[in-house]
């Protein structure tokens, strides 16, 4: 599924060709994905100009001038491609259909197509005015790129607590928009096992992983994501902090600064991966 920073490169991709502009024509060509699209969805969105285009934990939102705002959670497998006349770096073509594309918005400026063969993914309107307290976004945490996010809040955040830090990482009502992939590689920056009980952890080691979090999010977002297995960026183009990869998916690797092989293990249903001796 992709995270923070891949939800972020697609929002940047995006924001040349819809900030601004009216959506002049929205096909949708099947009932919704995982969960319905709201009534008359196409017509509402139609004819709507976008104002902002921002991003909270893994969802797009798109501000709409007629007080609505269109949200979009990729899912799992879900792409957002661009295609438009003299936009200079989208040259993906998305003229021929696929059996996939399941929604198609139209502006002045470009032709953005939704696809997604697992239709994991969602798109719904919600009333701007209240969309902090949406069921979808009241309960989410703290934006780990914002000024609110720092040593102090993750000490605040993790007192007590005695599940694994892993886990806590990945607890969206703490933190919003950190994944499976970013968690990996944060505690490895932070030298810190995943085994750790997330309210034992002292200040400074606390302090280590608030930065690495900060650290590892804006790394991927300046490589445009990791592309694992469907995620592109919105001109087509793939991700490529999958490169820099210290731990995620390197089992059996050396590890890049022991020399000792790359560990997983499973916890809460999810692979963790790290270095024993590296990580205490």
Known sequence: MPELPEVETVRRGLQPVLEGYRLTKVETRRAGLRLPFPKDFAKRLTGQRVLRLTRRAK?????????????????????????????????????????????VFETEAARIVFTDHRRFGLMTLVATAALAEDKLFKDLGVEPLSDEFDAAFLARALQGKKTPVKSALLDQRVIAGIGNIYACEALYRARLSPKRLAGRLKP??????????????????????????????????LGGFQHRFKVYDREGEPCSGCGGPIKRLVQAGRSSFWCPHCQK
Not at 67 to 83: C, D, N, Q, Y
Request: no cysteine.
């Open 59 to 103: 969802y797009l939102l798109a501000e709409l001038d007629g007080g609505e705002t269109l949200v979009i959670h990729l899912g799992m497998s879900g792409r957002m491609s661009v295609a438009g006349r003299g936009l200079g770096q989208y040259v993906h073509d998305t003229a021929a259909d696929g059996k996939h594309d399941h929604v």
């Open 204 to 237: 400074p080691e606390t302090a280590a992983l608030a930065g690495a979090v900060r650290t590892v999010l804006r790394e991927a977002i300046r490589a445009g994501g990791s592309s694992l297995r469907d995620y592109r960026k919105a001109n087509g183009d």
